[in-house]
């Protein structure tokens, strides 16, 4: 049975679980429901969201764009992360896009793996977050299919263009899962890497 979390809390992943290594982490999102003219639900608009991870080292920097892992630089040089690949419009249930993480595999060096979601284009096109609903990230244990923790993002973000989701963090030895929904208006994955820089 999944740990449900509320923004803000914190979980240990690995503690008590020495075999925990290959993770699944699933983002999830759909686009609002527009009403029609007569009152009936419409299809919403096709939003591009796009999962990515930012590998940050002890002092909270990103050294390289190497380590920016996303649906154009799909596996991490180190071979411990990997991205599903890109979903274009955000329908369907389940997960949008899933990335997999092999913990044993993460460098000593990266510390801190950072969770993101950004809108493709979204200055272009006029999109952001308050079109999007049901957002989500889990982690699931890879090698059981089981669901450790899910964390239903339910703030309101609109006007906002990247959602940081949750963040998976060495402390003590061990691994700990922190859900942190924040959004900010960084229009690309680019803009948010250069802030880690």
Known sequence: MAISLTKGQKID???????????LVGLGWDPVKKKSFLGFGGGGANIDCDA????????????????????????????????????????????DEQIFVDLKKVPSIVHKLVFVVNIYDA????????????????????????ELVHYN???NFSGLTTL?????????GE?????????????SISQVASKYS
């Open 13 to 23: 992943l690995t503690k008590g679980q020495q075999g925990l290594s290959k993770l």
């Open 52 to 95: 990515s991870v930012l590998m940050l080292d002890e002092d909270g920097k990103l050294r390289s764009q190497r380590k920016v892992i996303y649906f154009g630089n799909r596996e991490s040089a180190c071979q411990s992360i990997r991205h599903s690949g890109d979903n274009l419009t955000g329908h369907g249930d389940g997960d």
């Open 123 to 146: 200055d272009k096109r006029h999109q952001d977050f308050g079109m999007i609903q049901n957002a989500f990230i889990r982690i699931v244990d890879a090698s059981s299919n089981n």
């Open 153 to 155: 993002i339910t703030d």
């Open 164 to 172: 940081f989701a949750g963040e998976l963090y060495r402390h003590g």
């Open 175 to 187: 691994w700990k899962f922190s859900a942190v929904g924040e959004g900010t208006k960084d229009i």
